[in-house]
Every structure is written in structure tokens, then in C-alpha cells.
């Protein structure tokens, strides 16, 4: 079963158009909950980290929030170089710190 | 700004050969990482190290994969032997504490043929 689920799989946007994406997971007790961004060949880029329900982070047209079961990621105006994919990750509260990534949301942003 | 840098960008071999992925973590970094994205396909972890040992390990990282703190900067993930199915990209990744933020490499994108 996995822990990490993400939706939609693939967004496309108008710029300007602003949207959400959804990451919800499932685990005993969570440690923190991470968002990056991923362009095509590279590796994951740390945008925030959330740990508790209600916490919000911003950056740029970019705001993370946070419920007991899931996250958001909110893009405001988007512009073409929003374009990527963003990955969700949980770390849990028992023990290890392995990160559990979702598939991503890949968000293609059009001029 | 400090990053993890990753060595080679791109390597390719043949099934059955032995492979060394090179990382230089952010230097006051002390939790060491090595996670892989198959083509298509989500970032797995592989193994976590601290302290010159493995503190945990993930049911992909077998008897063909091996890690190693060589020296003060570098952090090494060995392939024993080579299959196909190990094609992927595989991202180191550092933190300072067990529980902060892991910063990710570039990657080396591992081809088998």
C-alpha cells in the first residue's frame, strides 16, 4: 500500500491560472511532510518542509498546507517556468528517517 | 550556496559489472543517503548511513549493494554486479540532523546494458 498519494497526475495550465495539488498520505505518525520540485533529469529541488496540521509555508507563488491526512500545494499565477514536477515525501515518527515519495505532480504551465 | 554534488552525470556498463556512484554531501552534513528513480517511476530510498555504518536500509538495498564513507568528503555507492533492472537514477542526498531536511544531488542516471 502506499504510503503517499498524489492527484492530479499531470495538470496543465494556462499562465495565471492558478491551481492545487493534492498529496495524501497514510502513516502511523508523521514526522514531516516535504515538497519538492523536480525538473526532467535532475534531482529533487527542497521547497518546504511542514510538520504539524494547520502549519502553512510560503515562497513565491508557492503555499504548502497541512492536515492530519493531507497537503496542498497551492500555485498562485502560475508563470512557465512554475513548469515541473512536484513531489511530496513523508518522513514518520517511529524511528527511521527514510523519505516516502508519491509519484508526483507533473504541471506543465502554457504561455 | 552549498550543494551535493554527484559523480558521473552518466554512467553506462555491462550486466554483470561492478559500478562506483561518487557523492560529495554538504560538508557539515552528518546523515548520508541513497535513493534511485527508475524511468516513469517514484523516488525510492535505498539506504541511510551516519556515523561510518548503516543505519537503515531499504529491501532493494541486497548483498550487490554496498555504501562507503571513503574519507572525509566523499560517500560511495558500490554495485557488485550489475543487472538490468538497476537502470535508474540514483540521487544522493545529505542532512545535518536525522530528521531535518535532505538535500538532493543531481544524480547519476545508471544505464545497463
Known amino acids: 500500500e502506499d504510503q503517499v498519494t498524489q492527484s492530479p497526475e499531470a495538470l496543465r495550465l494556462q499562465e495565471g491560472e492558478s491551481s492545487s495539488l493534492n498529496c495524501s498520505y497514510t502513516v502511523s505518525g508523521l514526522r514531516g511532510l516535504f515538497w519538492y520540485r523536480q525538473d526532467p533529469g535532475k534531482g529533487p529541488e527542497f521547497l518546504f518542509t511542514l510538520y504539524s496540521a494547520g502549519e502553512e509555508k510560503e515562497k513565491e507563488r508557492l503555499k504548502a498546507t497541512l492536515t492530519k491526512k493531507e497537503s496542498f500545494l497551492h500555485i498562485t499565477a502560475p508563470k512557465p517556468e512554475d513548469s515541473a514536477t512536484y513531489l511530496c515525501?513523508?518522513?514518520?515518527?517511529?524511528?527511521?528517517?527514510?523519505?516516502?515519495f508519491g509519484k508526483g505532480n507533473q504541471v506543465v504551465v502554457i504561455p | 550556496e552549498p550543494e551535493v554534488t554527484q559523480t558521473p552525470s552518466h554512467q553506462v556498463t555491462q550486466m554483470g559489472q561492478e559500478v562506483i556512484l561518487r557523492c560529495v554531501p554538504i560538508s557539515n552534513h552528518l546523515y548520508f543517503y541513497w535513493y534511485r528513480q527508475i524511468l516513469g517511476q517514484k523516488v525510492e530510498f535505498l539506504v541511510s548511513?551516519?556515523?561510518?555504518?548503516?543505519?537503515?536500509k531499504s529491501e532493494i538495498f541486497d548483498d550487490q549493494f554496498s555504501v562507503e564513507r571513503p574519507d572525509g568528503s566523499n560517500f560511495t555507492l558500490k554495485i557488485r554486479s550489475t543487472k538490468l533492472e538497476d537502470s535508474a537514477m540514483y540521487f544522493c542526498a545529505s542532512s545535518n540532523g536525522v530528521h531535518d531536511t535532505q538535500y538532493f544531488g543531481p544524480g547519476t542516471r545508471l544505464t545497463v546494458l
Open positions: 548511513f551516519y556515523n561510518n555504518e548503516i543505519s537503515e
Open positions: 515525501a513523508v518522513q514518520e515518527i517511529y524511528g527511521n528517517n527514510r523519505l516516502a
